[in-house]
């Protein structure tokens, strides 16, 4: 993915980035984003909690997009739910540092808004895919039939 002078990402095309066109994957990025800019400023001695907060939002927009490529409606479905935990995790650690003073009220809401709008983006993604795999409307892979003809074993 390459970024052009306005700072738009171009877009390949190709089924298995498919993720890339979901707004909830970039609304991720953008939680990463904010979450590092805010754990970056954070003392040495909390090295470990900034590494941790910056890693649990690191994770949403990377099983968002794992999910998509294992092409299966179940383990999207599973990525999609470990995505919402990850972002579980984090915004449980918004609450902590927010109460122990260790981000601001500022830096709090910000967050804790991305990660409410990215949560209900997620929602409505595992709630539409549901609504797919109940209906049998999925492919679940990207293998053509003439490729699988060589595989077959009698």
Same mark, same amino acid.
């Given at each position: 993915m390459m970024i052009d002078r306005r700072g738009e990402w171009e877009m390949k095309k190709n089924k298995n980035r498919g993720y890339q066109k979901?707004?909830?994957w970039h609304d991720a990025i953008d939680?990463?984003?904010d979450t590092c800019k805010v754990f970056r400023k954070f003392p040495y001695e909390l090295n470990r909690i900034a590494n941790q907060a910056i890693?649990?939002?690191?994770?949403?927009?990377?099983?968002?997009?794992?999910g998509y490529c294992r092409r299966? @409606?179940?383990?999207?479905?599973?990525? %999609?739910n470990i995505a919402l935990a990850s972002l579980g995790e984090s915004v449980s650690g918004l609450y902590a540092y927010h109460r122990?003073?260790? @981000?601001?009220e500022e830096?709090?809401? %910000?967050l804790n808004d991305l990660a409410y709008k990215l949560e209900n983006g997620l929602l409505?993604?595992?709630?539409s895919l549901e609504y797919k795999r109940e209906n049998k409307d999925w492919v679940d892979q990207l293998i053509t039939k003439e490729s699988n003809a060589v595989?077959?074993?009698?």
């Open positions: 979901l707004r909830v939680y990463y984003n890693a649990a939002s690191d994770s949403v927009h990377r099983n968002i997009a794992e299966s @409606i179940k383990e999207y479905l599973n990525f %999609l122990a003073a260790q @981000i601001t830096q709090f809401q %910000l409505k993604l595992v709630e595989y077959t074993t009698n």
